[in-house]
């Protein structure tokens, strides 16, 4: 059973903007609600390791990456358990698979499949 499902992913030139979704199972989800964990969005470009680049917590406190800092957004909807991250004036190197898990600092789900961004210059 996914715990994970992420969506929103495409081909889009430099400067343009994606919206990425995950919809998170209920027991991962309740994890975030009580205030255990934190909601985060990774990604993972080819020779790297993956890398957390937005975090939001129940209190919505957020948190980015220094790369992507003013550009990405991250949001949640409470009531389709729904992560969304808002990407804005793409650049080549946001070129990824982009995941979503919670975390306390490590994620704690295994991952999904995944969505791919890829941004052309």
């Known amino acids: 059973q996914a715990q994970m499902v992420e969506s929103g992913g495409g081909l889009v030139q430099a400067g343009g903007s994606l919206r990425l979704s995950c919809v998170v199972s209920?027991?991962?989800?309740?994890?975030?609600?009580?205030?255990?964990?934190?909601m985060g969005w990774y990604r993972q470009a080819p020779g790297k390791q993956r890398e957390l680049v937005a975090s939001?917590?129940?209190?919505?406190?957020?948190d980015y990456a220094d790369s992507v800092k003013g550009r990405f957004t991250i949001s949640v909807d409470n009531a389709y358990y729904t992560v969304y991250l808002q990407m804005d004036s793409l650049k080549p190197e946001d070129t990824a698979v982009y995941y979503c898990?919670?975390?306390?600092?490590?994620?704690?789900?295994?991952w999904g499949q995944g969505t791919q961004v890829t941004v052309s210059s």
């Open positions: 939001i917590t129940r209190a919505s406190t957020t």
């Open positions: 209920s027991p991962a989800f309740r994890t975030y609600a009580l205030g255990s964990t934190a």
């Open positions: 898990n919670t975390h306390r600092g490590t994620p704690l789900w295994s």
